[in-house]
C-alpha cells in the first residue's frame, strides 16, 4: 500500500473514531464506503451500525432543538454526525415524522379527521405534511384513507349483492385479479387481462365507479384499486389475500351462494373468460371445453355446481406436475354446457370465446353431413 493511501486509511479511522459517519468521510476524502469499512475491520475497530453514537446530554440536546423547530438536517451539521445517527434518536425517544407535533396537536389532528377533514385539508391548515398528519393519525389508531387513495368509487357495494354482472367479474377477478395485502394499510385488489381484451377492464371500470387509470404494461391492461369495503367484500367470498394462485380453497361461502341463485352460469362463464378454454380444430372436428386451476378443490367445486344444473360430468387432468384441468368432452355435454353458459344471450361476454362457440355449433349442423363449408360463411356477422 502507497504512503499516500495508508495516510488517507488512518485518516478515514480518525475522523471515524472521532464521531464522523462512513458515508461523511467516503464524501470529504474522496474514497470508497466499503475500503473504509475494511480499515475499520482491519484497524479493529467496532463499528457503530447506524445506532445513536451520542452521550446521553447530547441526545437531549437533540430533542430540544427539534422540539424549537430545527430540522434533523441542521442537527446532524450542529453535532458533526449523520442525518440517520439523529433520527435513530428521535425514534428511540418517540418521535414520528421529520416535524415536531406536540401532543395538543397531535390530538388535535385526530380530532380534525375524525370531523371529516381529510388529510390534505388538515395538512393545509396546520402546515405539515400529510405524511406526518397520517402518521399521528396512525399513532392515535385511526384508519384512515390511504394517502395513494385519492379516488372514491361510486358503487363500493358491487360485489356485496349478487346480480349477474357482479357474479361475471367475480369469476373473472378469481382467474386475473389479484388482492395485494399491505400492513397498516386498506385493502388494495388489482384486475389484469390481455390488451387484446381491455375493453373488459374498462367495463370493470364503469361497474364500480372507478376514476383510477388503466395502465398497460408489457401486453397487461390493468387497474389497480385501493377500497376498503370491496377488498372485503371478495376476502368474504374466500380469495386468499396472499397468493391467491397456489392458495386458492374450494371457496365455500361463494359456492353456497351460487348454489341458491340464479346467476351461476354468469359466474362459470367469467371464470371461464378468464382461465378457460374452448377447443376448437377445424380439421379434425374435435371440440372440448376447459377449466384450469392450480386448486383442485376449486375445480371440484365449479364441477358439483355445474353437475347439480346440468346433470353432466367433467374429467380432471393434472397437468405437468402443476396444475389442475377440469375438461369437458362429447358432443351432447359441450352442447349442454355452452348452451347454459350463452342462452339466453348475456350482456357480458368475451366475444373470442363466444365465436368459437359458434363455430362449434356450426359444425355441429354439418357434422352428420359429413360436409363442413369454411366456417366463416356460416355464422352471420
Not at 346440468?310 to 387432468?317: A, D, H, Q, S
Request: with cysteine.
Amino acid at each position: 500500500m502507497g504512503i499516500e493511501k495508508t495516510k488517507t486509511i488512518n485518516q478515514a479511522i480518525a475522523l471515524y473514531v472521532h464521531g464522523k459517519s462512513v458515508a461523511d468521510i467516503a464524501n470529504e476524502l474522496h474514497i470508497p464506503s466499503s475500503t473504509i469499512f475494511w480499515a475499520l475491520r482491519k484497524a479493529n475497530v467496532p463499528t457503530r451500525n447506524g445506532k445513536p453514537h451520542l452521550n446521553k446530554e447530547q441526545q437531549e440536546q437533540i430533542i430540544h432543538l427539534f422540539q424549537s423547530g430545527r430540522s434533523r438536517k441542521d442537527i446532524a451539521k450542529i453535532f458533526g454526525c449523520h442525518i440517520s445517527s439523529v433520527i435513530s434518536i428521535l425514534c428511540k425517544y418517540g418521535f414520528i415524522g421529520a416535524t415536531y407535533v406536540s401532543d395538543k396537536k397531535s390530538n388535535e389532528i385526530a380530532k380534525m379527521y375524525i370531523a371529516g377533514e381529510s388529510l390534505n385539508q388538515i395538512s393545509k391548515k396546520l402546515h405539515i405534511s400529510t405524511t406526518t398528519v397520517f402518521n399521528h393519525c396512525k399513532k392515535h389508531n385511526i384508519i384512515t384513507k390511504t394517502i395513494g387513495n385519492r379516488f372514491e368509487l361510486t358503487h363500493p357495494n358491487f360485489f356485496e349483492i349478487l346480480t349477474a354482472e357482479s357474479a361475471y367479474f367475480l369469476g373473472f377477478f378469481i382467474a386475473d385479479g389479484c388482492l395485494m395485502s399491505r400492513t397498516g394499510r386498506n385493502g388494495t385488489f388489482s384486475f389484469g387481462v390481455n390488451i387484446s381484451d381491455a375493453y373488459m377492464v374498462e367495463i370493470f371500470q364503469k361497474s364500480l365507479g372507478a376514476p383510477h387509470k388503466i395502465s398497460i404494461n408489457k401486453g397487461i391492461a390493468r387497474i389497480t384499486i385501493t377500497n376498503e369495503k370491496v377488498y372485503k367484500s371478495l376476502v368474504a367470498f374466500g380469495i386468499p389475500e396472499k397468493r391467491k394462485t397456489y392458495n386458492l380453497g374450494d371457496c365455500s361461502n361463494l359456492f353456497c351462494k351460487l348454489t341458491n341463485s340464479n346467476y351461476a352460469r354468469d359466474f362459470i362463464r367469467g371464470f371461464m373468460d378468464g382461465d378457460g378454454c374452448i377447443f376448437f380444430n377445424e380439421k379434425r372436428g374435435s371440440h372440448y371445453v376447459s377449466f384450469t386451476a392450480f386448486s383442485k378443490s376449486f375445480l371440484i367445486s365449479i364441477e358439483s355446481l355445474i353437475r347439480k344444473r346440468l346433470n353432466i360430468e367433467g374429467k380432471y387432468v393434472l397437468q405437468n406436475n402443476k396444475y389442475w384441468r377440469l375438461n369437458y368432452y362429447r358432443k351432447p355435454v359441450i352442447e349442454k354446457l355452452l348452451g347454459w353458459i350463452y342462452n339466453p344471450e348475456p350482456t357480458l361476454q368475451l366475444s373470442r370465446k363466444r365465436q368459437k362457440w359458434e363455430y362449434i355449433k356450426a359444425d355441429y349442423k354439418y357434422y352428420k353431413k359429413k360436409i363442413r363449408p369454411p366456417l366463416s360463411s356460416l355464422i352471420s356477422h
